[in-house]
T-cell receptor, first 110, second 115 residues
């Protein structure tokens, strides 16, 4: 699985968009990008995933660059409950396992 | 919504005991996984299974075994618990079998302390 690089921490004002970057410059053509988040004392929660097209669901949007070497998770209107550690993962289909790094600690402030 | 249920949130056991951690999912998923999470080390895969009675080693299988007798249930067994197995244990499931790109869904974890 390709390695990902994320900033250690970020702050965001409540009600504003939170843009969380992820670098995956060694990604290969059959690797998907997944985003999860983990709130203290809970298991990771799936947010969104994609291969090369931008994706949107009720939680967030995923923007993948054309060369697929980086992506951005967008939470359009951050709330205090979005404070969590956010993990960006790349995974080959069929590999099964997901390798989680240290993630980005997002703090949403009033 | 997918529901992955782990039998205990907190568990305290003694060194040398045989420990069973249970995980049940209610979405008929083919794939199930056991991870442990430790500060500074992220989530590490212990074992996974693509089908009933099937199991494959992850990155850190030593000291652990698993059992999958029914599709919905995946058990992690610590054969002889040691203090270095004190950790948060997370179970996950996903649909679609070995070649699926579908995401994994996690339980809330079992915080296991070995004294």
């Amino acid at each position: 699985d390709a390695k990902t690089t994320q900033p250690t921490s970020m702050d965001c004002a409540e009600g504003r968009a939170a843009n969380l970057p992820c670098n995956h410059s060694t990604i290969s053509g059959n690797e998907y990008v997944y985003w999860y988040r983990q709130i203290h004392s809970q298991g990771p929660q799936y947010i969104i995933h994609g291969l090369k097209n931008n994706e949107t669901n009720e939680m967030a949007s995923l923007i993948i660059t054309e060369d697929r070497k980086s992506s951005t998770l967008i939470l359009p209107h951050a709330t205090l409950r979005d404070t969590a550690v956010y993990y960006c993962i790349v995974r080959v289909v069929g590999a099964g396992k997901s390798t989680f790094g240290d993630g980005t600690t997002l703090t949403v402030k009033p | 919504d997918v529901k992955v249920t782990q039998s205990s949130r907190y568990l305290v056991k003694r060194t040398g005991e045989k420990v069973f951690l249970e995980c049940v999912q209610d979405m008929d998923h083919e794939n199930m996984f056991w991870y442990r999470q430790d500060p500074g080390l992220g989530l590490r895969l212990i074992y996974f299974s693509y089908d009933v009675k099937m199991k494959e080693k992850g990155d850190i299988p030593e000291g652990y075994s698993v059992s999958r007798e029914k599709k919905e249930r995946f058990s992690l067994i610590l054969e002889s618990a040691s203090t270095n197995q004190t950790s948060m244990y997370l179970c996950a499931s996903s649909p679609g079998g070995r070649d699926s790109n579908q995401p994994q869904h996690f339980g809330d974890g079992t915080r296991l302390s070995i004294l």
